[in-house]
């Protein structure tokens, strides 16, 4: 741990030298923080063990551990037998005196930092840790960097970001946060920067490899912090939407999302809000705002059972082979992480939100007005077998062909038709013309 005013000489020295609003705005966030810490009597900041302390030794003496069962019993040496003492909890009446004093009274070795540059002592923490399995990533997001700090307030205070990942209280929403992803080596945090790496590339990229997210942590360039601006609502809109803060205590099975189905949601709010997402202008729903979706749990619920069933070898047998996925599905594509992959999903996911719009409008889930019907001319194509239905003469359509989408029932007719696929159809623009708002 080193003195605060370390941290805060740091930070302001930074901050006299970045140019970019965002980020002065972001360090004074930061400022504002540590010296409202500072006049609250802290003196020292802890650089390491934030997981160990928050998660499992506070818990353990305060009894509220989830689970007190040890893959390692504690074994004590008391009148020359040993006793080994495993699943209890340090608050439980029955634990002696002696136990309880021999745990309080375990000797641990402190680092106290009172003077020099922080990136000194983050260095020397990663080298201190160097027979560890510390992954690169983790060396990275305990940097004081805007990035770094951001991510972390979040995963450490926001309640709505806990409750989809868990914590000491939480169980999580989201099952599968092994390895690599594991909560104790900032796994969630691992998670939200890939997502940030992704949107800030406009989904024209993977995940990116972990050399590629420690450097825009390390950079915190400003195009990534807005890009996890975005992350951040898109995970808060889900999390919130799903009633993930009222499920606590979810056992593994019982948890609705996994790693990819919620990257594949990320993917679906990013496809149709971000007009700098590279499919954003092929697909048919574009709002201005998360909140234009007037109704999304039942939204969200129909994408991850459609996840599902794509990624599940007894409801989509067709692409398997040798139960391993065939190149090209769906499934396939969420076993990567390349930019290949990351595309083909979105084309997938299109095509998800093309099948289910009309129904989604129908219930109201969505305002008609979000309703580009122009953006139907693909799919119309197709259905009407690049004919024009208006036309006898030419009925052939194809690449130099002009053509418009008419409504066969026109929106300001007598009947007043709607922007639905059903009442929409291809065809020359002489005959949309001739047709006009008569029918």
Same mark, same amino acid.
């Given at each position: 741990?080193?003195?605060?005013?370390?941290?805060?000489?740091?930070?302001?020295?930074?901050?006299?030298?970045?140019?970019?609003?965002?980020?002065?705005?972001?360090?004074?966030?930061?400022?504002?923080?540590?010296?409202?810490?500072?006049?609250?009597?802290?003196?020292?900041?802890?650089?390491?063990?934030?997981?160990?302390?928050?998660?499992?030794?506070?818990?353990?003496?305060?009894?509220?551990?989830?689970?007190?069962?040890?893959?390692?019993?504690?074994?004590?040496?008391?009148?020359?037998?040993?006793?080994?003492?495993?699943?209890?909890?340090?608050?439980?009446?029955?634990?002696?005196?002696?136990?309880?004093?021999?745990?309080?009274?375990?000797?641990?070795?402190?680092?106290?930092?009172?003077?020099?540059?922080?990136?000194?002592?983050?260095?020397?923490?990663?080298?201190?840790?160097?027979?560890?399995?510390?992954?690169?990533?983790? !060396?990275?997001?305990?940097?004081?960097?805007?990035?770094?700090?951001? +991510?972390? @307030?979040? &995963? %450490?205070? $926001?309640? #709505?970001?806990?409750?989809?990942?868990?914590?000491?209280?939480?169980?999580?929403?989201?099952?599968?946060?092994?390895?690599?992803?594991?909560?104790?080596?900032?796994?969630?945090?691992?998670?939200?920067?890939?997502?940030?790496?992704?949107?800030?590339?406009?989904?024209?990229?993977?995940?990116?490899?972990?050399?590629?997210?420690?450097?825009?942590?390390?950079?915190?360039?400003?195009?990534?912090?807005?890009?996890?601006?975005?992350?951040?609502?898109?995970?808060?809109?889900?999390?919130?939407?799903?009633?993930?803060?009222?499920?606590?205590?979810?056992?593994?099975?019982?948890?609705?999302?996994?790693?990819?189905?919620?990257?594949?949601?990320?993917?679906?709010?990013?496809?149709?809000?971000?007009?700098?997402?590279?499919?954003?202008?092929? !697909?048919?729903?574009?709002?201005?705002?998360?909140?234009?979706?007037? +109704?999304? @749990?039942? &939204? %969200?619920? $129909?994408? #991850?059972?459609?996840?599902?069933?794509?990624?599940?070898?007894?409801?989509?047998?067709?692409?398997?082979?040798?139960?391993?996925?065939?190149?090209?599905?769906?499934?396939?594509?969420?076993?990567?992480?390349?930019?290949?992959?990351?595309?083909?999903?979105?084309?997938?996911?299109?095509?998800?939100?093309?099948?289910?719009?009309?129904?989604?409008?129908?219930?109201?889930?969505?305002?008609?007005?979000?309703?580009?019907?122009?953006?139907?001319?693909?799919?119309?194509?197709?259905?009407?077998?690049?004919?024009?239905?208006?036309?006898?003469?030419?009925?052939?359509?194809?690449?130099?062909?002009?053509?418009?989408?008419?409504?066969?029932?026109?929106?300001?007719?007598?009947?007043?038709?709607?922007?639905?696929?059903?009442?929409?159809?291809?065809?020359?623009?002489?005959?949309?013309?001739?047709?006009?708002?008569?029918?």
């Amino acid at each position: 741990m080193v003195s605060i005013n370390v941290l805060i000489d740091y930070i302001e020295t930074e901050n006299k030298l970045e140019t970019d609003k965002t980020i002065k705005d972001i360090h004074s966030d930061m400022l504002f923080t540590l010296n409202n810490k500072k006049s609250q009597g802290v003196e020292f900041i802890l650089l390491d063990g934030q997981n160990r302390l928050e998660e499992a030794i506070k818990p353990f003496f305060q009894g509220t551990l989830l689970s007190n069962i040890y893959k390692k019993p504690f074994i004590f040496l008391k009148e020359e037998k040993s006793i080994e003492l495993n699943n209890f909890k340090f608050t439980d009446l029955d634990l002696s005196d002696d136990i309880k004093e021999t745990f309080k009274n375990v000797q641990i070795i402190v680092a106290e930092g009172k003077d020099g540059h922080i990136e000194s002592y983050v260095n020397s923490i990663i080298d201190m840790n160097n027979g560890e399995p510390w992954s690169l990533f983790e !060396c990275t997001i305990i940097k004081p960097t805007a990035l770094a700090y951001l +991510i972390n @307030k979040d &995963i %450490f205070h $926001d309640p #709505i970001i806990q409750s989809l990942f868990g914590n000491d209280e939480l169980s999580g929403n989201v099952k599968g946060m092994s390895g690599s992803y594991e909560i104790e080596k900032k796994g969630d945090a691992k998670f939200i920067c890939e997502l940030v790496y992704l949107i800030g590339n406009n989904c024209d990229s993977g995940i990116g490899t972990e050399n590629d997210n420690a450097n825009i942590i390390i950079n915190s360039e400003q195009k990534f912090v807005t890009a996890y601006k975005k992350v951040k609502s898109y995970l808060n809109f889900i999390s919130v939407n799903t009633d993930c803060v009222l499920n606590k205590n979810l056992k593994e099975k019982q948890k609705i999302f996994d790693k990819e189905s919620l990257r594949g949601l990320i993917l679906f709010l990013d496809l149709i809000i971000n007009k700098s997402n590279t499919e954003y202008d092929n !697909c048919l729903l574009n709002i201005k705002e998360l909140q234009n979706i007037h +109704i999304s @749990k039942p &939204i %969200f619920e $129909d994408f #991850i059972k459609w996840h599902n069933e794509k990624v599940d070898i007894e409801t989509t047998p067709q692409d398997f082979i040798e139960g391993e996925p065939k190149p090209g599905t769906y499934v396939f594509n969420t076993r990567g992480a390349s930019n290949k992959n990351i595309k083909s999903r979105l084309g997938f996911i299109n095509s998800f939100i093309t099948d289910n719009y009309n129904e989604w409008v129908s219930k109201h889930y969505i305002s008609s007005e979000y309703t580009d019907y122009r953006k139907y001319e693909t799919y119309l194509k197709k259905k009407n077998n690049y004919k024009d239905p208006y036309s006898k003469a030419d009925t052939k359509i194809n690449l130099r062909s002009l053509i418009n989408t008419d409504h066969i029932l026109s929106k300001r007719g007598k009947k007043e038709g709607t922007n639905s696929v059903d009442n929409l159809v291809i065809t020359n623009p002489k005959s949309n013309k001739i047709k006009s708002n008569r029918v």
